[in-house]
């Protein structure tokens, strides 16, 4: 079957590196999308890595391992505003989404 | 800015009930879709839309049914509310892209209870 799993909630210190990570396994691999929810909003995108390798964009940087069937999302310089949910989607040899439960980010001053 | 709209933030219906939810996003995106979103789980697609009056199902579409009449807006209806079916509804639109995954652009949800 297909899944994907990441941490349910996760805590770190406003100013600090945090890394939310993501497994994966799916019939087929056409990359990986990192999605923002903040409570009570529309999640929004962050990243989509299809490619090996480190993508940076600002404080956020996302991270992709095919052979390992792993990604991390890495959070740099911590504000308050960080606070919210994480979602993981891989995409699948149809096309289509699979999505993980998502992982809560508490962020503490 | 808005993008994608979702009519109802919160609705509360009672059992049996019909319930509509409409969704418009002004992006001209061809594929439109809808999600369920519950604790603990990740998104589950109900149906989702690749062009005018086309549908296909997700992984859940048993109990719904939906409507695309104009490409810019997409319906999810509920013909007979349960109490299963509170839950917080997604509706997402994208760019048809011919190869490659697609970026979606979500609305802010319809938290819907049933009592």
């Known amino acids: 079957g297909q899944n994907i799993d990441q941490p349910t909630e996760m805590t770190a210190t406003e100013g600090a590196i945090v890394q939310i990570n993501c497994t994966y396994q799916?019939?087929?691999?056409?990359?990986l999308f990192w999605y923002q929810q903040h409570a009570g909003e529309a999640p929004t995108f962050l990243s989509y890595?299809?490619l090996d390798g480190l993508e940076e964009k600002g404080r956020f940087s996302s991270f992709l391992s095919r052979s390992k069937g792993y990604s991390y999302l890495l959070l740099k310089e911590l504000q308050m505003k960080d606070s919210a949910s994480y979602l993981c989607?891989?995409?699948?040899?149809?096309?289509?989404?699979?999505w993980g439960a998502g992982t809560k980010l508490i962020i503490k001053p | 800015d808005v993008k994608v709209t979702q009519s109802s933030r919160y609705l509360v219906k009672r059992t049996g009930e019909k319930v509509f939810l409409e969704c418009v996003q002004d992006m001209d995106h061809e594929n439109m879709f809808w999600y369920r979103q519950d604790p603990g789980l990740g998104l589950r697609l109900i149906y989702f839309?690749?062009?005018?009056?086309?549908?296909e199902k997700g992984d859940i579409p048993e109990g719904y049914s939906v409507s695309r009449e104009k490409k810019e807006r997409f319906s999810l209806i509920l013909e007979s509310a349960s109490t299963n079916q509170t839950s917080m509804y997604l509706c997402?639109?994208?760019?048809?892209?011919?190869?490659?995954?697609?970026?979606?652009?979500f609305g802010a949800g319809s938290r819907l209870t049933v009592l």
């Open positions: 989607a891989a995409v699948d040899s149809n096309y289509q989404l699979i």
């Open positions: 890595n299809v």
């Open positions: 799916t019939s087929g691999f056409n990359g």
């Open positions: 997402a639109s994208s760019l048809r892209e011919v190869t490659g995954a697609n970026v979606l652009t």
């Open positions: 839309s690749y062009d005018v009056k086309m549908k």
